[in-house]
């Protein structure tokens, strides 16, 4: 029994002599089981979660008709003592890496055996950045959110990426319309009421509703996010200054995404072994800050081009949806 669950168990105020505190006692005793189900040294025979890992393993006669083929599969040798000392090699050589390259960094100290890291400090920035800054400030239109997901589709043609359930091809001329609403609706958590307009036949709450249902899909945005970053990749300074199509962009923070590895995993030495613990993202930790601080919270967002035309130019859609998000 650890120290904090000792406190509670044994010294409860309330209780006297030597009693303990059952309740306190049946929740260390839940929590000494979960830890042991999640190390395998309990297992529920019969489950599959946490059950005997080598239930499953293939044994006996069974196995030595399979092994050849699993093992070809696999790439491992039948001998398990040969693989075992590769991987003993390989992680001789990644440490003696690491050791020798400690010396060599300023930033890394090693104090009473543990390994500290100096902390980074911010970059100064360029001396032209605050007028290279506020020019580009000047240059970006005032528009509302939905006249600027109509750009972006006159652009990129987002919305004909929405099918619908049933697989029917004709579409409404003002399906768009119809979409950008439920984008703003949806992605701003405002519900369906502040952008329904009766007058309009695109904006009607049963058209919304309709439209929602049928082609408002999972399926529909991520064929429009591919569509998206497409795009982008077609845009000069996004494909050679922003790092290649690797720059990703949240709540004013950029940041490069890396290549994904087939092997990338969360460390399980902060993270744990639970399939749910994917460890934190740059992402999920700017999105959390936006709900705690501004007490509003943020729908992921998906990768847009990189600048908007001007109202009224000549790639973009001259129409505009005639409606504003209630304050």
Known sequence: MSGSWRRLVYDNPDLSGKQIDRHAYTFCVLEALWAALRSKDVYAVGADKSGDPRAKLISGALWSVCAPSILTALGLEADPDTHLRKLAVDLDEAYRGLADGLEANPAITIKGGKLNLAKLEAAPLPQAYEAVHQAAKAMLPRIDYPELLLE?????????????????????????????ALMVARSCNVGLKPVVKPGDPALGPHRLIGVEKGCFQHEGMGAASGRLIARKADIDVAREDWGGGLVASADGLRFVVPVR????????HYFGQSKRSKGATWLAVVSVRVRAG??????????????????????????????????
Do not use: C, K, Q, W
Request: charged content about 25%; cysteine-free; aromatic content about 6%.
């Open 152 to 180: 972006v589709h006159g652009h990129t043609g987002m919305f004909d990426a929405f099918e619908h359930i049933s697989g029917s091809t004709p579409r409404r001329a003002d399906l768009d319309i119809s979409l950008a």
């Open 261 to 268: 590895s087939l092997y990338g995993r969360p460390n399980p």
């Open 294 to 327: 501004r007490g509003r919270s943020r729908a992921e967002p998906s990768p847009t081009i990189a600048s908007t035309p001007a109202r009224g130019s000549a790639a973009g859609r001259r129409r505009t949806v005639a409606y504003r998000r209630r304050g």
